[in-house]
């Protein structure tokens, strides 16, 4: 059974940085590439970001780019993201979500509310 | 950027009545492979988005058929064909051929009248 288990959200002030992770698992994760894509709260859903299989190509959302870095350890199963110089606009729900030729599996989210 | 334009926004719709969800892109969306990467999700409430629809018709394994994709080019529908209560919630298109990015439509709400 797929699953995609993030972690790492909280409550930031604006100007600083968060790390989520997101761990996978029920599927051969290095073989697939994975997306970042969040949802403000009570608005639509935002694409953030994307990595290939082996990690060597990403591209972001003009909104995030300088300030967002995706990666991952097919190592450990893992997904990253490393969110830096946040901001309120920022706050949403993130999720982890997979890629197979189409977005297909995600995870459950973490909340990331940035705030003073 | 491709714009995707969903309506209506909200979908007011009596049990077991049909229903059914626009979705307009502003570009066509035939890849250069010849698949259309139009797809639809479910997001009940306070639940993370379920894939329902792919490449604008194939239905995901253990969604009922009730729920149909169609379409081509710029315009896609989903439809409901008798709504249930477990229908309820946020529908949300999203296109995958001409990326980055890859956008999403508004969402669209249903509801029980």
């Known amino acids: 059974e797929v699953q995609l288990v993030e972690s790492g959200g909280g409550l930031v002030q604006p100007g600083g940085s968060l790390r989520l992770s997101c761990a996978a698992s029920g599927f051969t994760f290095s073989t697939y590439w994975m997306q970042w894509v969040r949802q403000a709260p009570g608005k639509g859903l935002e694409w953030v970001s994307h990595i290939t299989g082996d990690g060597g190509g990403t591209t972001y959302a003009d909104s995030v780019r300088g300030r967002f870095t995706i990666s991952r350890d097919n190592a450990k199963n893992t997904l990253y993201l490393q969110m830096n110089s946040l901001r309120v606009e920022d706050t949403a729900v993130y999720y982890c979500?997979?890629?197979?030729?189409?977005?297909?599996?995600w995870g459950q989210g973490t909340l990331v509310t940035v705030s003073s | 950027d491709v714009v995707m334009t969903q309506s209506p926004l909200s979908l007011p719709v009596t049990l077991g009545q049909p229903a059914s969800i626009s979705c307009r892109s502003s570009?066509?969306?035939?890849?250069?492979?010849?698949?259309?990467?139009l797809t639809w999700f479910q997001q009940r409430p306070g639940q993370s988005p379920r894939r329902l629809i792919y490449?604008?018709?194939k239905r995901d394994s253990g969604v009922p058929d009730r729920f149909s994709g169609s379409g081509s080019g710029t315009d896609f529908t989903l439809t409901i064909s008798r709504v249930e209560a477990e229908d309820v919630g946020i529908y949300h298109c999203m296109q995958g051929t001409h990326w980055p990015p890859w956008t999403f439509g508004q969402g669209t709400k249903v509801e029980i009248k």
């Open positions: 979500v997979r890629d197979n030729f189409g977005v297909d599996f």
């Open positions: 490449q604008v018709s």
């Open positions: 570009q066509n969306l035939v890849h250069s492979d010849g698949t259309t990467y």
